[in-house]
């Protein structure tokens, strides 16, 4: 990624979520033979955060984490947040991040990263039992 860093992390980290989330929906396809739903509970050390994901095709993020206003390195932490609401969006997933323990902002963040990473592998595995079936009582995701 480039970006301007000499400003801040603020476009770079929010640009790379837009564009990891429309790689993913592209890659995604029609989604047909997903499982759809994934979630998890990620322990990261003292950290622990819950993800889950529903690949509904409608992106929006909810978010219960108290990430403070802190530099992990040179990563803004609050930028953590602003990255996932641009995945979301953009991958066209609904996503629930939660902080359910957590004091050191660098396994808080790393855990919610790790966490999304398995809801969605869970979320985007092949389904046996749906075949070439979409996963929705609509017929469209």
Do not use: Y
């Amino acid at each position: 990624c480039k970006g301007d860093l000499e400003v801040d992390g603020h476009h770079s980290v929010e640009d790379t979520g837009i564009v990891m989330g429309q790689a993913f929906a592209q890659a995604l396809g029609d989604k047909r033979g997903i499982r759809r739903f994934g979630d998890i509970a990620m322990p990261m050390d003292e950290a622990l955060i819950m993800a889950a994901v529903d690949i509904s095709g409608r992106g929006l993020l909810c978010w219960d984490a108290d990430v403070p206003a802190v530099m992990v390195g040179a990563f803004d932490a609050t930028l953590a947040k602003e990255f996932f609401i641009a995945f979301a969006a953009n991958a066209g997933v609904t996503l629930h991040i939660r902080q359910l323990a957590g004091e050191n902002t660098h396994h808080v963040i790393e855990g919610m990263f790790k966490a999304v990473a398995r809801a969605m592998r869970q979320a985007c595995e092949p389904d046996p039992r749906m075949g070439d079936a979409l996963p929705s009582t609509k017929g469209m995701l």
